[in-house]
């Protein structure tokens, strides 16, 4: 069975929103089951870790700059 990649944003100090992070579907059941709730899902199902780590930097609180659109 191949692995699927979930996206989601941590949780600082309980409360504070912190950066967006990656770890497998395993990882993230795990975690809620721990700390239901604790952080948001960003995206789940994603099919590799590569295309997982592109959304954690393009989703809102990642690690990309804006990009600023230009004006015609």
Do not use: F
């Not at 929103?17 to 994603?46: F, K």
């Not at 989703?59 to 230009?70: D, F, I, N, V």
């Amino acid at each position: 069975m191949p692995q699927s990649w979930v996206v989601y944003k941590m949780t600082v100090n309980g409360r504070e929103p912190g950066p967006n992070a990656v770890c497998t579907q395993a990882e993230w059941d795990e975690m809620q089951r721990l700390s239901p709730g604790r952080h948001a899902l960003i995206r789940s199902g994603v099919v590799n870790e590569g295309e997982a780590e592109r959304l954690a930097r393009e989703s809102p609180g990642g690690t990309e700059p804006a990009r600023l659109k230009s004006r015609l």
